[in-house]
């Protein structure tokens, strides 16, 4: 973590970074998380940039759930609440016994997963019943501790259940803001240093939130099939960067 306390070129460019992945989140539902993941993990031990990530994301969480509040589908959101915090649990539990470079595998091989699990995927769209959205937050509780970017995943699936753009980023921003809120804690938990890291976190914070405004207007100017194009955009080029 010294090279981004001592060098201010990596520590701005991780600002602008977060600025440009919050506006990608808004537009596309899902991604800039990821991205912003990847990029801090040149430089930060992941033991340390997953809490710092999940405090910025939770930032962005916010502002896309303020400014799409009234698009949020509740009948996919409390049951996806119910048993997120025992996945939390049990994940805090598996983190502290992995190594970083353990957790830098496992987030390349989660990447993977997404981009392989959207190309196997049937064309035609299958509603999802609410009841495994139970279970699905409990797999959210745990992979968010161990990899952080768990959004993509959760865009392909949510996607069957809707069709509005606006709905679809609202929805996922609340389960990204619920699920980042109970990470902070359990990290906070196991005696997680949040404070030392303030000189990167709090500039990011307007970042992220001035990304995600700009991101939601820019979203009411693209159609559904731009959209999309975008959104498969983004997971393409996650693969990529994890290969190359």
């Not at 996919?76 to 609440?81: A, D, G, R, V």
């Not at 992995?98 to 595998?105: E, H, T």
């Not at 959207?118 to 509780?141: E, S």
Request: proline residues 3%.
């Amino acid at each position: 973590m010294d090279v981004i306390l001592d060098n201010y070129l990596i520590t701005i460019s991780i600002i602008i970074v977060s600025f440009f992945t919050a506006m990608i989140t808004s537009l596309a539902g899902a991604g800039g998380g990821t991205i912003l993941l990847a990029y801090m993990l040149q430089f930060i031990n992941p033991l340390v940039a997953i809490p710092i990530h999940g405090t910025v994301q939770l930032t962005s969480n916010i502002a896309r759930v303020f400014l799409f509040r009234k698009y949020l589908v509740w009948k996919l959101i409390i049951p996806f609440c119910i048993f997120l915090p025992f996945g939390v649990y049990l994940g805090l539990t598996i983190f502290q016994n992995l190594g970083s470079q353990k957790i830098k595998f496992l987030i390349g091989v989660f990447i993977i997963s997404t981009i392989v699990f959207q190309n196997l995927k049937k064309n035609k769209k299958v509603t999802i019943p609410k009841n495994f959205y139970y279970i699905l937050g409990f797999f959210t509780g745990v992979m968010n501790m161990l990899v952080g970017v768990i959004a993509p995943i959760l865009a392909i699936i949510i996607r069957n259940n809707l069709t509005k753009k606006e709905e679809i980023v609202g929805t996922l921003g609340f389960f990204g803001f619920i699920g980042n809120l109970i990470k902070i804690i359990g990290f906070m938990f196991i005696g997680f240093n949040f404070y030392e890291y303030l000189t990167l976190i709090l500039p990011m914070i307007p970042s992220t939130i001035l990304g995600s405004w700009v991101g939601q207007i820019l979203l009411f100017k693209i159609d559904e099939k731009t959209f999309k194009v975008i959104f498969d955009a983004i997971l393409f080029l996650l693969a990529l960067r994890l290969l190359f």
